[in-house]
Each structure stands twice: as structure tokens, then as C-alpha cells.
């Protein structure tokens, strides 16, 4: 997967932030251990000296094999009495050693010159985030959606919504069904995509949200070389969770309806959930899009139809008054 400069150089700060942080906790330790225990480093620095005295017995000559299981017998004697001295002072066995986030590639990302796993999650990570950079996710939440500014008459439904919602981001996993919220603006759509967003992501899964407008321009930017491919497209079409919001408010061109249809159609065969909000009913989606567009969305996506009035007009309204 192609990302840009800013996100492999994001993921490379934080690479070497985490090693640096890594060695100077176990230096840190290292020393506090050795003031405590002067024999503990005693016993590092003889062991340390292995390679030069092993050299030196094949280099010096006479029994060699005995030189060496000499040696050997002397650094495990050391090992377990350096052993002894961490479990006297109630202390884990790696005490001395440096702890590094990824044991496999020691905070390097790569192992025998190939990407290690943890750089490439790394790496989705920081491209979620540049995606997401302009979603206020911390400004809407479940906890501040209110049913009150809905009529009474649509209270009972919007709260099963809500509540679905929830349930929704509570429990995600990558067999969650995809949604699409329906309903004119202003009823709540965004704020309950935003909450579920942000949900998810503190449950550790990449998150993409962004109106369809936004990643549309994104996307022919990049596809008619007027910007740096990022890789935006693949991004949309591999994170966990895709949040599509205000669809039929782009643009539509031949590309932008091909697009988008490529993203939920490669989505869906992949079985990540995709979230869609839109003004538009069924019929205006059929209109707007395609009969095949509308029919995948009909046949994969449960849908969740939003009543009531404009909630953010009522509010600017109750702010003046």
C-alpha cells in the first residue's frame, strides 16, 4: 500500500520515539540495578567480554574445545548467578534488558530488510489519522445526544435508534452489518456516526469518516494527478470501519458515482462495514446513482430511518431566545 511522505515520516517518528523511550527506561534501570548490586554489573561486563575471550582461545591455539566449554561453563555459572541476584531483589527477569514495543524488530520496523508487521499497522494508523484529521469526533458522543429536541410522537423510535447505535459501537467487530442512516438534515445522523467513530477507534480499530464530498475531491485529486497519491482509495477500501456521511451531497460525475460504488461494492465482497448517512430516500438515491447502486445498497445495508424536525435550527433558536 502506497502512503505519503507526511505519513511514513510520521510513522518513523513515532518508530523512533518508542525505541529511544524503550532504551532510556532500560538504561534508566540498568543503572539504578547496578548501584544497588555493584556485582550484578561486574557479572554484565565479564559476560560482555565473551566474544573477545572466545576469540582469543581459538586464535591462542592448543585444546581449543576445551577452552571453549571452559568458557561456556563459566558464563551460564555467571547467567545464574546474575539470575539469582534479580529474583533476591524481586525483580522480572528482563530488568536488565530493553523493552522494546515490538520484541520482533526491537522499534525498527523492519526485520531482514522487510516491513515488520507492527510498522505496517503503524503506518494504517497515521493514515487514519491524516484522513481524520478535520473530524471533530471529540465533539459529538453519546452522551450528549439528547432525545429532547425530538417531537414526542418519534421520541419512541429515535430512541431504538440511539440505543441500536450504541449497541452498534459497543459490540463492533469486523462481522458488524453495514448501516445507512436516512432522514432529512439536521436530525442526528452525523452526530451518531461521529459517536460510533469514536467508539471504535478507542477499541483499537482504524476508523475512516469523512463526507462523501470531501473524499470524493480527495479522490480525483489523486486519481488526475493534481495532488501526491496518499493512498486514499486503499485506505477506504481496507480499514475497519468506513463512515461515508452526507451521500448525494458531492458532485456527481462518472468518476465520483464509479467510486463510490467500487468502494461498497469492495467492501462489502470484503465483509468490512461501511456506515452511510444520507438526506436522500431510496427512490432519490435510484435517481442520483443507479438501480445496481441502490440495489446493493437495499440488499447489504440495514437501514435506519431518522425523523422529527431540524434539531440544529431548533437550537440556534433556543440560543437566542
Known sequence: MHYSDQVYKMAEAEMTSRRRKAEKEANER????????PRAREIENTLSKTAILTARAVLGGGNVREKLIELKNSNQALQKELSQILENAHCPSDHLEIRYTCPKCGD???IDGRMCSCLKQLLREKAYEELNAITPLSLSSFETFSLHYYP???QQSMERIYLNCRRYA????MESPNLIMMGNTGLGKTHLSLAIAAVVTQKGYGVVYGSVNNLVSKLEKEHFGREEDNGTLESLLTCDLLILDDLGTEFRTAFSTAELYNII?????AKRPTIISTNLTMKELESAYSSRFTSRIIADYVRCLFQGE???QKKRMMHKG
Open 265 to 269: 461494492n469492495t467492501r462489502q465482497m
Open 310 to 312: 431540524d434539531i440544529r
Open 30 to 37: 540498568r543503572n539504578e540495578f547496578f548501584l544497588a548490586f
Open 108 to 110: 525498527t520496523g523492519y
Open 170 to 173: 459497543e459490540t463492533f467487530s
Open 152 to 154: 414526542e410522537n418519534v
